[in-house]
């Protein structure tokens, strides 16, 4: 079992509605998912950063990581 996975196995956590067996695999399927997408996010995030140059200052990493922050939150509200 993933870390995370056994985390939630070991609580004995569950998703409303569902077998112990489909929680593990659930969470088997979307959190390599989400890792990449993750990953790729701060690599763009870091792409970006350099070609602008705002890996520089303070206040770019911190304005950077506000206006990433913002974005995820938008796209979680329009689900």
């Known amino acids: ?9 070991d609580q004995r956590l569950a998703l409303p509605g569902s077998r112990d067996g489909a929680t593990y695999s659930l969470l088997r399927r979307y ?17 970006f950063a350099d070609v602008t140059g705002v890996i520089g200052t303070s206040t770019g990493v911190m304005l950077a990581a506000t206006v990433v922050y913002n974005l995820v939150n938008s796209f979680q509200k329009a689900d």
């Open 1 to 9: 079992m993933g870390h995370g996975v056994g985390v939630v196995g």
């Open 31 to 47: 959190i390599p998912t989400a890792a990449a997408l993750g990953g790729l996010c701060v690599g763009a995030l870091t792409i």
